[in-house]
């Protein structure tokens, strides 16, 4: 499994030039068994991220390009009606895939946003009162741009607490940007990308990162991480105990694709800004990111 998970990298190196801490990071909430929130400026490769892991996992992709217009059926699927038949017939919706990209979610209205709040936690969906089971593994993968705020319908509490992480692929760097430049004929494009692991696979490999061990004391020290965020003054609003349960899971599956069958302090303090900010409401119009440093530095170290 070893060779798989480092096969795995190695196929998304191919087509994300300079971007290995992204990578990881999105390999640790497929693996966690949860969904990524990538919130970054157009064009820096977040679509492409998301059709290399699904063709690389030899999954289904679909893609979801979110509108104001765009209706909850729309994403979840809808019944018709079969003349031949003489009843309704069930229509699949995008969602029905093993890697959904939401792109632009935040575009999408607060109802048809609402469409993926079963999905994300239950891995069904309900259509006129008949729950559907999605195909598995099942991830999502949303994004929005952090800058453009004109259209848009900011993601409520309820749904940014259904990622596991969020995270921002960021500009590559001078030379890495000179090289996708040079090579701009040589790029491998998805469509050339080899499977390299099984959805079978995928699904064992979440079972193993779940059987990483978290010593009581590390799970102590979450818990004052979590703890700290609801009584801190500069924080309207801490982490739900979803969010608790979240930071477990990230820091086993980080733990395992780092090479050990035990997690480490460091796992989650690498890991906090990415599982715990977007939980967080700060106060006073500050910043999530800075509280949460000061909270690292303040809670004790196992």
Known sequence: MREKIDALTQ????????????????????????????????????????????????????????????????????????????????????????????????????????????????????????????????????????????????????????????????????????????SVDKNIKVADLQPCITLAEVQELRQICAQVRVESSLQQYILELVRATRQDEEISLGVSPRGTMALQRATQALAFLLGRDYAIPDDVKFLAPYVLCHRLIPAGGRRATTVLERLLRAVPIP
């Open 11 to 182: 196929n998304l190196a191919l087509t994300i030039v300079g971007k290995p801490e992204a990578i990881r990071l999105v390999l640790v909430a497929l693996l966690g068994g949860g969904h990524a929130l990538l919130e970054d400026v157009p064009g820096v490769g977040k679509t492409l991220l998301a059709k290399s892991l699904a063709r690389s996992i030899d999954g289904k992709f679909q893609r979801l390009q979110c509108t104001p217009d765009l209706l909850p059926t729309d994403i979840t699927g809808v019944n018709i009606w079969n003349p031949k038949s003489g009843e309704f017939s069930f229509l699949p919706g995008p969602i029905f895939a093993n890697v959904l990209l939401a792109d632009e979610i935040n575009r999408a209205t607060p109802r048809t946003q609402s469409a993926l709040l079963e999905v994300m936690e239950e891995q069904q969906v309900t259509v006129d009162g008949v729950s559907r089971a999605v195909p598995t593994p099942f991830f999502a993968i949303a994004t929005q741009n952090p800058i453009e705020y004109q259209g848009t319908f900011p993601l409520p509490e309820a749904q940014m607490d259904r990622f596991m992480l969020c995270l921002s692929l960021g500009y590559p760097s001078q030379a890495e940007e000179l090289q996708m430049l040079q």
